[in-house]
């Protein structure tokens, strides 16, 4: 397998668990994924696409949703 590709998997690989980390998170906070968008100023389907990664969320994004979810950043992103 080249570089490229490998680095491509584990990108693909970190986006997964940046969802699915925030749906955790979310879920033990006791929030809706509605209440969370609302929380960070953004759309709810904004917000469910972020979960099923078909989102990138920018850095203030994750900022904003770590405070909201009261998480710390290594919880949400997997690195």
Do not use: C, W
Request: proline fraction near 3%; charged fraction near 30%; avoid cysteine.
């Amino acid at each position: 397998m080249t570089k490229i590709r490998i680095m491509k998997l584990q990108t693909m690989n970190s986006q997964l668990k940046i969802g699915k980390n925030l749906k955790n998170a979310r879920i033990k906070a006791k929030l809706t994924q509605k209440q969370v968008a609302q929380k960070v100023g953004v759309h709810a389907n904004y917000y469910a696409r972020i979960e099923r990664d078909e989102e990138n969320p920018s850095l203030e994004i994750i900022k904003k949703l770590t405070k909201i979810l009261n998480v710390k950043s290594s919880d949400i992103l997997p690195f």
